[in-house]
């Protein structure tokens, strides 16, 4: 089992920035992907980011490369998610997932943590 939590969501003005946690415990990652996905109102979930869980091998939504990037602290067991420049249009709840596979499908992981809303206003 792996547990994921989320943390560092927030209200944030357009233009302005924020740091996403996501503290995992449980059994080992290593060799594990990890996911960010966020989900908006009324629309389905949708990819963000992934890396391996030792932080290679990252790739990036179009809308949000160049402005947010995936990082890790290997000593606290946390990849974060650093958003820049933000927009109106990247309020969600933003996930982060554990699974086995690159993929930006979300049926490809198999650990979800709770979600943490990014509110940002224009």
């Known amino acids: 089992q792996v547990q994921l939590v989320e943390s560092g969501g927030g209200l944030v003005q357009a233009g302005g920035s924020l740091r996403l946690a996501c503290a995992a415990s449980?059994?080992?990652?290593?060799?594990?992907?990890m996911g960010w996905f966020r989900q908006a109102p009324g629309k389905e979930r949708e990819f963000v980011a992934s890396?391996?869980?030792?932080?290679?091998?990252?790739t990036y939504a179009d809308s949000v490369k160049g402005r947010f990037t995936v990082s890790r602290d290997n000593a606290k067991n946390t990849v974060y998610l650093q958003m820049n420049s933000l927009k109106p249009e990247d309020t969600a709840v933003y996930y982060c997932?554990?699974?086995?596979?690159?993929?930006?499908?979300?049926?490809?992981?198999?650990?979800w943590g709770q979600g943490t809303q990014v509110t940002v206003s224009s």
């Open positions: 449980g059994r080992t990652l290593s060799g594990s992907v």
């Open positions: 997932a554990v699974g086995k596979f690159y993929s930006s499908s979300t049926g490809s992981y198999d650990y």
């Open positions: 890396s391996s869980w030792s932080g290679g091998s990252i």
